[in-house]
């Protein structure tokens, strides 16, 4: 296999995301979980992303992983890797995203790396280097009270340069809006500065296209899907991939019992909790029991035998930003994560373990934890649900066929939950 673009994502729910718009955009796609063995048979395909879970683990750990991933891409004939990080940044000042760009770039043989998290689709745009959430800037908007890194600050070029060793500039619209060959210029001259990063404004699909176009020229780039649709149609453009109808990819329906799983406490996933509350049984795990031992998930799993060959369920641990502070300041942020996103995954266990098939799960820690339980070595691209958010029919595994949906917290209507359970019966 010759793979013509490698990916990296940082956490299981963004690679999904990712694999979904380049399998839109006409690349044969498959996101695997961590770097796959020799023995799991690979389809041919044209893109292969990499499924991480290093967004908010130490430094250190992440760049090591992130290499060897890289490495592995490169292997196989990817001659440009993109890194895939959150459209909102998620990030603190130890990192990850500033760490990781510094070694993949010295191991790249990079000056200046392109860099921006827009995703138009999903609202997430940047102009003068300032990322919005819609409307708000990314201070303003729910990412404040994210439980594992809380986003203070929505100018890109100063929170990269608090994470990086490398000096961070700025490519600006006016710049982006006159096409790939001014970015390239823009980023020689970024480069002549002594500037190890450059964060790139994007509003509209067609300033990605000139990004896309740009970053090609490179051999490393870092952004969200935004960047991926502008790779894919790079890559199309310049005849090095033939655009293939994405239904050639997509797997078979699996019968069996559905359960949703919700570790993310985004305000989008607790409207839509609520919403689905309407219509299917949801268990509203209480967090601080987690914490203290065993017995929740258990009380859990009998909760769901009763009802799940009669509809689909819903368990949640997800509470709102008081609740979360409160708990975090009594048993410290990285322990309340730890657990809880265990005790979602043991649940995930035992659910398939009753006979669950079809897994949506909401949250992107939340995601890596529970489909590293299940051990699924690689997914195929099934059908969109929504902006980011593919159905995914497992390759390999212990449990047979699957078919799960990982949610970026923040993705999704208010009506997700049924509309992802009506597209994967
Ligand atoms: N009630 C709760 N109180 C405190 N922390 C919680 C609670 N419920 C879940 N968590 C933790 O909050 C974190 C949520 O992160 P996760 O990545 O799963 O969701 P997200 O950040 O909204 O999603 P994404 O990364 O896809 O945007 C996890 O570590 C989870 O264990
Ligand atoms: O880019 C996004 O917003 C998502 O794919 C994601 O990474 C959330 O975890």
């Not at 770097?35 to 991480?52: F, N, Y």
């Not at 995703?119 to 919005?132: A, C, D, K, M, S």
Request: glycine content about 10%.
């Amino acid at each position: 296999m010759t793979l013509s673009l490698g990916c990296i994502a940082d956490d299981y729910t963004g690679a999904s995301d990712l694999a979904n718009t380049l399998a839109k955009e006409g690349l044969r796609t498959i996101q695997t979980i961590g770097i796959p063995t020799d023995h799991l048979a690979l389809p041919e395909v044209d893109a292969i992303v990499v499924s991480l879970k290093i967004r908010s683990i130490a430094a250190s750990e992440a760049v090591e992983r992130a290499r060897a991933s890289d490495r592995w891409l490169r292997e196989r004939g990817a001659d440009h890797v993109m890194y895939k990080i959150c459209s909102t940044f998620d990030s603190t000042d130890k990192g990850n995203i500033g760490p990781v760009l510094d070694s993949l770039r010295a191991d790249a043989g990079e000056t200046t790396v392109l860099v921006t998290p827009a995703f138009p689709q999903t609202g997430r745009t940047v102009y003068q280097g300032n990322l919005f959430v819609g409307a708000a800037p990314l201070n303003e908007s729910p990412l404040k009270d994210h439980p594992l890194n809380p986003m203070h600050d929505a100018n890109l070029v100063r929170v990269l340069a608090r994470q990086s060793a490398a000096s961070v500039g700025l490519v600006d619209l006016s710049i982006v809006a006159r096409g790939a060959e001014a970015i390239v210029e823009r980023l020689a001259q970024l480069a002549s500065d002594g500037n190890g990063a450059a964060i790139t404004d994007a509003v509209f699909e067609s300033d990605l296209e000139a990004i896309g176009a740009a970053a090609l020229r490179q051999r490393l780039s870092i952004g969200a899907s935004g960047l991926g649709l502008g790779l894919a149609r790079g890559l199309i453009a310049a005849g090095t991939v033939r655009r293939h109808e994405r239904t050639a990819v997509y797997g078979k329906p699996v019968a069996g019992p559905a359960a949703i799983l919700a570790g993310s406490c985004s305000q989008a996933t607790l409207k839509q909790i609520a919403k689905a509350e309407q219509t299917m049984p949801v268990l509203r795990l209480d967090p601080e029991k987690l914490m203290n031992g065993r017995e929740e998930a258990q009380l859990a799993l009998d909760w769901a035998a009763e009802r799940m060959a009669r509809t689909p369920v819903i368990i949640a641990s997800s509470s709102n930003p008081d609740d979360v502070s409160r708990l975090q300041t009594r048993y410290g942020r990285d322990a309340v994560g730890q657990v809880i996103e265990q005790s979602l995954a043991a649940i995930a266990e035992g659910l398939v373990e009753r006979g669950v098939r079809r897994l949506i799960v909401a949250g992107g820690e939340t995601s890596g934890a529970v489909v590293d339980r299940l051990a699924i070595p690689a997914f195929r691209l099934g059908q969109e649900i929504v902006a980011g958010v593919p159905v995914l029919h497992s390759i390999g595994g212990r449990h047979g066929d699957m078919v799960l949906a990982l949610k970026s917290g923040n993705f999704g209507g208010e009506s997700f939950f049924a509309d992802a359970l009506a597209i994967m019966a």
